[in-house]
């Protein structure tokens, strides 16, 4: 079983940065693949990022490739998303997640966190 708990969202003006962290409870953190969500009001959820257990591989979604960078802490049980030049429609509430799918990227996700808010005001 393993528990995240997200921090670091709030209020940005378009063109500014966020990073966003996850705590994850557990030994075996490093097992899994991790990655980010977001949902918007009135919208289904959507994939954004994700990172392999060693964090050498990562896969971004096309509407934020090269503005969003993930990276994960193995030692610190912990997953970020660095979130740069963020717009008004990166406005959403941003979830963590870890998968134990053995294949990459990852097939489904297993763990989720309860969600952190993100409005970027224009």
């Known amino acids: 079983q393993v528990q995240l708990a997200e921090s670091g969202g709030g209020l940005v003006q378009a063109g500014g940065s966020l990073r966003l962290s996850c705590a994850a409870s557990g030994r075996t953190f490093s097992r899994y693949a991790m990655g980010w969500f977001r949902q918007a009001p009135g919208k289904a959820r959507e994939f954004v990022a994700a990172?392999?257990?060693?964090?050498?591989?990562?896969v971004y979604a096309n509407s934020v490739k090269g503005r969003f960078s993930i990276s994960r802490d193995n030692a610190k049980n912990t997953v970020y998303l660095q979130m740069n030049s963020l717009k008004p429609e990166d406005t959403a509430v941003y979830y963590c997640?870890?998968?134990?799918?053995?294949?990459?990227?990852?097939?489904?996700?297993?763990?989720w966190g309860q969600g952190t808010q993100v409005t970027v005001s224009s």
């Open positions: 997640t870890a998968s134990y799918d053995t294949t990459w990227p990852a097939r489904a996700y297993n763990y």
């Open positions: 990172i392999n257990w060693s964090g050498g591989d990562t």
